[in-house]
């Protein structure tokens, strides 16, 4: 906990999909132990299940689909997570069962799938584990998409992120209601700028060097301050601007 003492931040795990209860109820115990006074710590389990570009994400459709959650694989998966989770996050409650007011227990869906959320949440007695939704608010990952592929124009580019950064916010007003309807905090896990074109880095690193990307982040937090309000986890990267982004 050397880290959150000398930041003064909270801490946030993800637990391992594949980590054994003993795993899972000893690592937990740790945190309880060590987390300094006036800390919470947020816990959730795995990184983006929901994402198809991820291993575990693979392995949860199969278990979800042997279990027979669903017959579509998509909700097989969402399903598997909810249930998995309910009981990764019950290991934690019981552990912190005497300070629950230190514990944040997180879900995670896609953000542009409000659905999703719907249905982690609703599927049995998930909610019930879980103290807070969490998608990742990004904006500006569809500037080069479809019929927009190849614009250069960067004053057109930082026009349409200004609607962009509206749009994001609209869609985080919708997972933020479905949270509501639960009783649950809505909570971003992952945010900032998703800007990527593997074919003009280049012109990536225009866009985020720019003073107007500047501009950008204070609307971007203001609204999401004034509409959303709950932690928003800014995504820093310390690797070089690439293909895969900035």
Same mark, same amino acid.
């Given at each position: ?16 999909? *594949? ?24 816990? #959730?389990?795995?990184? #983006? ?13 199969? #278990?979800?689909?042997? /279990? ?6 998509? /909700? ?41 959320? /719907? ?27 479809? #019929? ?26 919708? *997972? ?13 896990? /992952? ?8 074919? *003009? ?6 866009? *985020? ?38």
């Amino acid at each position: 906990m050397t880290l959150v003492r000398e930041t003064g931040t909270d801490p946030w795990f993800t637990m391992p999909w *594949n980590a054994d209860d003993d795993y899972i109820r000893r690592f937990a115990t740790i945190v309880r132990d060590t987390l300094p006074a006036g800390h919470t710590v947020y816990v #959730e389990l795995a990184n #983006e299940v929901w994402n198809p570009g991820f291993a575990v994400s693979r392995q949860a459709q199969q #278990e979800g689909l042997a /279990e027979g959650l669903s017959t579509n694989p998509h /909700e097989a998966k969402l399903r598997r997570y909810a249930e998995k989770s309910a009981h990764v996050l019950g290991i934690w409650t019981d552990v912190f069962k005497a300070t629950p007011s230190r514990l944040v227990r997180v879900v995670a869906t896609q953000h542009v799938s409000p659905w999703s959320a /719907e249905t982690v949440l609703g599927f049995r007695d998930t909610a019930k584990s879980v103290d807070a939704l969490a998608t990742a608010p990004y904006f500006g990952h569809s500037t080069f998409s479809g #019929e927009r592929a190849a614009i250069a124009d960067i004053d057109a580019i930082f026009a349409y992120l200004d609607g962009e950064i509206d749009t994001t916010i609209s869609q985080a007003q919708q *997972n933020k209601a479905i949270a509501s309807r639960f009783g649950k905090r809505y909570i971003a896990y /992952e945010a900032g700028q998703h800007i990527i074109n593997a074919n *003009n880095v280049p012109l990536v690193v225009a866009i *985020n060097r720019d003073p107007r990307m500047y501009g950008l982040y204070k609307k971007y937090i203001s609204t999401w301050n004034a509409k959303v309000g709950d932690t928003l986890a800014l995504f820093a990267s310390t690797s070089p601007i690439s293909s895969f982004g900035a």
